[in-house]
């Protein structure tokens, strides 16, 4: 089982930046796909991003080029820094191992809300 803890929500307007932190348990951090998953009331949850253990990155075609996913190995921490925000991306983001086909892992977090006002 993997703790997560998500931190670094909040408010701010239309075209500012945050920056996710995600710190996980255990030690099949450092060999896991780490992502990022976002949900909106009244939706369903989606991907955001992942990044593998090597480094490599991808992408929800919405945040390419604002989202930037990183992750600290040392840490157990995996990032998201989410810049030209837009009233849209308002949700709960939750991080998790990411497995084939983008299917997050069984255990979640509390997440963290972020919010965007117009």
């Known amino acids: 089982q993997v703790q997560l803890v998500e931190s670094g929500g909040g408010l701010v307007q239309a075209g500012g930046s945050l920056r996710l932190s995600c710190t996980a348990s255990?030690?099949?951090?450092?060999?896991?796909?780490m992502g990022w998953y976002r949900q909106a009331p009244g939706k369903q949850r989606e991907f955001v991003a992942r990044?593998?253990?090597?480094?490599?990155?991808s992408y929800a075609g919405s945040m390419k080029g604002r989202f930037t996913i990183s992750r600290d190995n040392a840490k157990n921490t995996v990032y998201l820094q989410m810049n030209s925000l837009k009233p849209e991306d308002t949700a709960v983001y939750y991080c998790n191992t990411v497995q084939s086909g983008l299917v997050p892992g069984n255990d979640w977090g509390q997440g963290t809300q972020v919010t965007v006002s117009s």
């Open positions: 255990g030690s099949i951090f450092r060999f896991a796909t």
């Open positions: 990044i593998t253990n090597g480094g490599s990155t």
